[in-house]
């Protein structure tokens, strides 16, 4: 069934058990919206409250704790001609000493950019010197994620874990399918803070944030433990991938090739050292996140390798 033009009453800041208004059946397409991380929606209007107010959440009729859920992107548009975002990189993306050193402009903190879907491209405006005219092709990705947690938590839209979250993985576009483990009856997906572009790792603690329609499918796996699925994973034309959550980044890598090896050995029946051989000749690894409180590692491996 299509869901035209569900409309969003009221926004959420935590992954959680949180009441939903649209139950799902596995094949169904929801068209919606995102309002920005500040909570503007596509007139400019703060409807929400900050930061990276939630989309949802979705039920899944029939997914049950140990299942996955599975949620493929077919449409992510922005919806606003404008955008903004920060202009300086985390201090934790840099050396301390540095850090230590640096004598800051009194240039604001904040830009605007020109999002032109015609031309799909992201252009600043005025307000970084030497930048002046300075765009960008647009990517539409989204930041947040996910599905309700285990063990009644209530996580924050700040961070991320096994549930998703805020992992600000530019890969997350339209074509891809992500998967999800459920933790709760309906495995509650929740998504938002669309980005008009974003550079890997998100090292300056923003994208160019805008508001987005958006329209995605759902699908249930029913297979003894999802699969074995810990961690979230995607797929999309040209590769598998898994999505690692943790801080220091050597603990978000590990879980990342943890997921991945267990994907490969399930998935195309692979041993332990098949699995191996394929991700330390063949894998790709990115930096979704390193700016939140858990750093985001990706895991990649092209199906052109695959058996």
């Known amino acids: 069934?299509?869901?035209?033009?569900?409309r969003p009453t009221h926004f959420h800041n935590t992954f959680a058990a949180h009441d939903f208004g649209l139950t799902l059946d596995p094949g169904?397409?929801?068209?919606?919206?995102?309002?920005?991380?500040?909570?503007?929606?596509?007139?400019?209007?703060?409807?929400?409250?900050?930061?990276?107010?939630?989309?949802?959440?979705?039920?899944?009729?029939?997914?049950e704790p140990g299942d996955a859920v599975s949620v493929r992107i077919l449409e992510l548009e922005p919806n606003r001609g404008h955008g903004w975002s920060s202009i300086r990189l985390a201090p934790n993306t840099l050396d301390p000493d540095f850090v230590a050193g640096l004598t800051l402009s009194d240039e604001p903190?904040?830009?605007?950019?020109?999002?032109?879907?015609?031309?799909?491209?992201?252009?600043?405006?005025?307000?970084?010197?030497?930048?002046?005219?300075?765009?960008?092709?647009?990517?539409?990705?989204?930041?947040?994620?996910?599905v309700a947690p285990?063990?009644?938590?209530?996580?924050s839209t700040a961070t991320s874990g096994e549930h998703g979250g805020n992992m600000d993985y530019r890969g997350i576009a339209v074509g891809v399918t992500l998967y999800f483990p459920v933790f709760v009856p309906g495995a509650?997906?929740?998504?938002?803070?669309?980005?008009?572009?974003?550079?890997?790792?998100?090292m300056a603690g923003t994208g160019v944030e805008t508001s987005f329609d958006v329209t995605f499918e759902v699908g249930l796996v029913r297979t003894a433990g999802g699969d074995g699925l810990r961690w979230p994973r995607g797929e999309d034309d040209r590769a598998l991938f898994t999505l690692g959550d943790a801080r220091p980044l050597d603990q978000a890598t590990q879980h990342a090739t943890?997921?991945?090896?267990?994907?490969?050995?399930?998935?195309?029946?692979?041993?332990?050292?098949?699995?191996?051989?394929?991700?330390?000749?063949?894998?790709?690894?990115?930096?979704?996140?390193?700016?939140?409180?858990?750093?985001?590692?990706?895991c990649k491996v092209p199906k052109a390798v695959l058996p």
């Open 150 to 155: 285990d063990r009644g938590q209530a996580i």
């Open 28 to 63: 169904d397409t929801v068209e919606t919206f995102t309002v920005d991380a500040a909570g503007r929606d596509a007139a400019g209007d703060l409807v929400a409250k900050p930061a990276n107010p939630l989309t949802g959440p979705f039920a899944v009729r029939g997914a």
């Open 1 to 6: 069934m299509a869901h035209r033009s569900f």
């Open 258 to 298: 943890t997921e991945m090896v267990a994907w490969l050995m399930s998935r195309h029946d692979l041993s332990f050292e098949g699995a191996s051989v394929l991700i330390g000749q063949a894998a790709e690894y990115e930096i979704g996140n390193m700016f939140d409180p858990a750093y985001t590692v990706v």
């Open 109 to 146: 903190r904040r830009v605007d950019w020109r999002i032109d879907p015609a031309a799909r491209t992201v252009q600043l405006e005025d307000g970084v010197a030497g930048l002046t005219g300075f765009h960008l092709p647009l990517a539409p990705m989204i930041g947040c994620i996910g």
């Open 188 to 202: 509650l997906l929740f998504f938002g803070d669309g980005h008009a572009v974003q550079g890997a790792g998100e």
